[in-house]
């Protein structure tokens, strides 16, 4: 069964780092478009930052552009999110998913979620 999984998260205060992992262990990723994707409590799930299998090709949302980079080294067969100058407003569980229709880094276009990586911000 096609699952991936997250890691990375955890607690840091505001301006803080954190990078987190999307990996998989009985599949290559090196194919496919993976999108992350967070879900703050009380909130729907949102398109964080998405990129091509290529590396070539990335979309990120607004509220997150200029302080995450989203990455991945197909030898490790890993898709990474560096999110740097945190804010409370980014507490969330992040999710990463594998690209099955569409062009864009919207949930409904993406499949085989990983069980999500919870990233808290505060102080």
């Known amino acids: 069964q096609l699952q991936l999984v997250e890691s990375g998260g955890g607690w840091v205060q505001p301006g803080g780092s954190l990078r987190l992992s999307c990996a998989a262990s009985?599949?290559?990723?090196?194919?496919?478009?993976i999108g992350w994707f967070r879900q703050a409590p009380g909130k729907g799930r949102e398109g964080v930052s998405c990129?091509?299998?290529?590396?070539?090709?990335?979309i990120y949302a607004d509220s997150v552009k200029g302080r995450f980079t989203i990455s991945r080294d197909n030898a490790k067969n890993t898709v990474y999110l560096q999110m740097n100058n945190l804010k409370p407003e980014d507490t969330a569980v992040y999710y990463c998913?594998?690209?099955?229709?569409?062009?864009?880094?919207?949930?409904?276009?993406?499949?085989?979620w990983g069980q999500g990586t919870e990233v808290t911000v505060s102080s």
């Open positions: 998913a594998i690209r099955i229709d569409g062009r864009s880094c919207l949930a409904a276009e993406y499949h085989y």
């Open positions: 009985a599949f290559t990723l090196n194919y496919d478009d």
């Open positions: 990129i091509s299998s290529s590396g070539g090709s990335t």
